[in-house]
C-alpha cells in the first residue's frame, strides 16, 4: 500500500475520531437534557461516516476488490439513531425534564399538558 | 390499499429492489450465486409479509430522491462542522428552542423519513410527533430566528419528499 493511501486513511479514521471526541464533550460541556441530546447525533453522522469511509479505502485498496458491506453499517446506523434520540426525547418531553431558561417555546409551558 | 385479501406477485417494488441491494452489498460480491439469492429472497419476503404492509410505496421521481440524498449528506457535513464549532464554543451565547413544524405529508413513510433526515442534519432533534394536530415538535441546538428556520425545514426537506413520494396519491 502507497505512503499516500496511508496518509488519506489515516485522515478519514483522525477525522471521524475527531467528531466523535466533540460529540462526547457536548455530552458533558452543554447545559441541559435536550441540548444534550445533540451531542451523540453527532458522533455517529459524521464520526462514524469518517472511519467507515478509512475502512472502505483500506479494505478496497488492500484485497483489490470493493469493499462496500461497510456502508451498511452507516446505513442502519442512520435509520436507529434518529429512532432512538426521537424516543429518549419523547420520554423526556414526558417528564417534563428542566431546560435552560433562555430556551424559547417550551411546549409544556404553553398550553399547560402536552 | 384497499384489497387486502387479494395477494400480488410483487407487492412493493421499491422495498424488493432495496433488499437485493442490501443482499448484494452485504454479502460483498456480484456473482451470480448471490443475485439468484437476493433475488429469490427480495421477492419471498415482501410476498410473505406483504399483509403487514397496507401502505405501498411509490417514488415518483427517482432523480430528484438522488438530488435529495446528495442534499442530505452534504448538509449533514456542513451541520456537523457548525455544531462542532457550537459546542466548542462560548455555551451561555446559545439559543436554544423549540419549534413546530406543521405537516404537509400524510403518510407515516413519508413523515419517519422527515423526521430522521432532520434529526440526522445536526443542529435538529425531531423530539415529538402529534399526527391529530399535525406538527412535529423539534428542538434546535442554536436557533437564531424560529420562523426563518422552520421555512427552511419545510422548503428543503419537506417539499422534495412530497414531490418525491406523495405527488400522484394525494
Known amino acids: 500500500m502507497s505512503f499516500l493511501l496511508e496518509v488519506i486513511i489515516s485522515l478519514f479514521l483522525l ?4 467528531f466523535a471526541l466533540v460529540g462526547s464533550l457536548g455530552l458533558t460541556r452543554l447545559q441541559d437534557f ?11 453522522t459524521l464520526g462514524v461516516g469518517g472511519m467507515i469511509i478509512g475502512s472502505i479505502i483500506y479494505f478496497s485498496a488492500g484485497d ?18 434518529p ?13 417534563q425534564i ?3 431558561e433562555r430556551t424559547r417555546n417550551i411546549p409544556w409551558q ?5 | 390499499m384497499t384489497s387486502f385479501a387479494r395477494k400480488k406477485v410483487f407487492p ?7 433488499m437485493l441491494g442490501v443482499w448484494l452489498v452485504m454479502s460483498n460480491s456480484l456473482g451470480f450465486g448471490q443475485w439468484l439469492l437476493g433475488g429469490f429472497l427480495a421477492w419471498a419476503i415482501p410476498f410473505f409479509t406483504q399483509s403487514f404492509w397496507p401502505q405501498s410505496m411509490v417514488m415518483n421521481k427517482p432523480w430528484l430522491a438522488i438530488r435529495f440524498l446528495l442534499l442530505v449528506l452534504w448538509d449533514i457535513v456542513v451541520a ?24 404537509e405529508l400524510k403518510q407515516d413513510f413519508t413523515i419517519t423519513l422527515l423526521a430522521n433526515t432532520i434529526s440526522l442534519t445536526p443542529g435538529t432533534v425531531s423530539v415529538d410527533l402529534q399526527m391529530n394536530e399535525g406538527y412535529l415538535l423539534v428542538h434546535g441546538l442554536h436557533v437564531t430566528d424560529v420562523d426563518a428556520t422552520i421555512a427552511e425545514i419545510k422548503s428543503r426537506y419537506e417539499r422534495p419528499l412530497k414531490e418525491i413520494f406523495e405527488c400522484s396519491n394525494p
Open chain 2, 12 to 18: 412493493h417494488k421499491l422495498l424488493s429492489l432495496f
Open chain 1, 98 to 100: 428542566a431546560c435552560e
Open chain 1, 64 to 81: 483489490n476488490a470493493l469493499s462496500m458491506h461497510e456502508l451498511l453499517i452507516a446505513l442502519f446506523l442512520f435509520i436507529t439513531a
Open chain 1, 110 to 114: 404553553q398550553n399547560g399538558d402536552d
Open chain 1, 83 to 95: 429512532v432512538s434520540a426521537h424516543i429518549v426525547g419523547k420520554a423526556a418531553l414526558h417528564r
Open chain 2, 80 to 103: 456537523n462542522a457548525q455544531v462542532a464549532v457550537l459546542i466548542m464554543g462560548p455555551r451561555q451565547k446559545l439559543q436554544p428552542a423549540f419549534m413546530r413544524i406543521p405537516l
Open chain 1, 15 to 18: 477525522l471521524g475520531a475527531l
Open chain 1, 34 to 44: 435536550f441540548m444534550r441530546l445533540h451531542g451523540p447525533t453527532k458522533a455517529t
